[in-house]
Antibody, heavy 119, light 107 residues
């Protein structure tokens, strides 16, 4: 069965960096695009970034462009989110999500990892 | 960016009620709409894609309809397991965007 397990969250000061990881299993990783979606406390879901199945295409929400970088390591079945210049408004649970082939909704989600940006 | 607006933001209902949630897009998204269910502390669960196609395993009491800019999610007979927050999402273009969510709570 499909499993997505996030790690790397924690408490970090504004301006610092953090790297999230998402270990995937139960499907052919190289076939599918992978996303990060976040939910800030008391707010709704917000899509953050996507990397295509072959790693050549990446898209971001405007609020993280230039600060966050999504990448994937197909040898490890893992997708990453490098987060630099963190801001308090980046505080959220970050979910990794798998997209189906050829479309951009999310058919499987991880439980998420909490990132808290605070001094 | 395409804005997605859900209503109501909170809905109080009883077991057995028919429940309808509305999702509006700021411009036409054709039928590129999905729905998700989220419970506290859990990962979101994928319910519906392409407006009305149920994901495998999703109970048939869930249904979706609409096209263009106005969409609905209907639960025909609310069950105890359905009390949760529901989100719509457009996937016609980046950035992918969600509605603000509708919390279905016990009346």
């Amino acid at each position: 069965q499909v499993q997505l397990v996030e790690s790397g969250g924690g408490v970090v000061q504004p301006g610092r960096s953090l790297r999230l990881s998402c270990a995937a299993s139960g499907f052919t990783f190289t076939t599918y695009g992978m996303h990060w979606v976040r939910r800030a406390p008391g707010k709704g879901l917000e899509w953050v970034a996507v990397v295509s199945n072959d790693g050549t295409k990446k898209f971001y929400v405007d609020s993280v462009k230039g600060r966050f970088t999504i990448s994937r390591d197909d040898s490890k079945n893992t997708v990453y989110l490098q987060m630099n210049s963190l801001r308090p408004e980046d505080t959220a649970v970050y979910h990794c999500a798998k997209g189906p082939r050829g479309s951009q909704y999310f058919d499987y989600w991880g439980l998420g990892t909490l990132v808290t940006v605070s001094s | 960016d395409i804005q997605m607006t859900q209503s109501p933001s909170t809905l109080s209902a009883s077991v057995g009620d028919r429940v309808t949630i509305t999702c509006r897009a700021s411009q036409s998204i054709s039928t590129w709409l999905a729905w998700y269910q989220q419970k506290p502390g859990k990962a979101p669960k994928f319910l519906i894609y392409h407006v009305s196609d149920l994901e495998s395993g999703v109970p048939s009491r869930f249904s979706g309809s609409g096209s263009g800019t106005e969409f609905t999610l209907t639960i025909s007979s609310l069950q105890p397991d359905d009390f949760a927050t529901y989100y719509c999402q457009q996937y016609i273009s980046y950035p992918l965007t969600f509605g603000g969510g509708t919390k279905v709570e016990i009346k």
